[in-house]
Nanobody
Framework: VQLVESGGGLVQVGGSLRLSCAAS????????IGWFRQVPGKAREGISC????????YYEDSVKGRFTIYSDNAKNTEYLQMNSLRPEDTAVYYC??????????????????????WGQGTQVTVSS
């Protein structure tokens, strides 16, 4: 399994970016993609998750209403559309996937230990 992120960059406060996570190596659509972010000195934080099997999506409270996770099935790519960006959104963003679809995903999706595969990360910087 390979995950490749793209789409990071520098944006002003209130601006938008769309991150992409191109996934390869999965069999079928029974997988989960999570988005995490990390700033220096802090733990990786789960901010959104999508189950391609169920279509369920999850968001961390600080990004609800501003970020949207969705799939392009034809391209095996997940996207994180980020609007109304704030300086505190500045971080390295990672997409990740577990080896198997976890049970009780709604309760566990934010835990980094749930995920087995990680992309290389993409920097998002929001300037004020």
């Amino acid at each position: 399994v390979q995950l490749v992120e793209s789409g990071g960059g520098l944006v002003q406060v209130g601006g938008s970016l769309r991150l992409s996570c191109a996934a390869s190596g999965f069999t079928g659509d029974d997988y989960v993609i999570g988005w995490f972010r990390q700033v220096p000195g802090k733990a990786r934080e789960g901010i959104s998750c999508l189950s391609r099997r169920d279509g369920d999506t999850y968001y961390e409270d600080s990004v609800k209403g501003r970020f949207t996770i969705y799939s392009d099935n034809a391209k095996n790519t997940e996207y994180l559309q980020m609007n109304s960006l704030r300086p505190e959104d500045t971080a390295v963003y990672y997409c990740a996937a577990p080896r198997q679809h976890p049970k009780f995903l709604h309760a566990r999706w934010r835990g980094a230990s749930v995920y087995d595969y990680w992309g290389q990360g993409t920097q998002v910087t929001v300037s004020s």
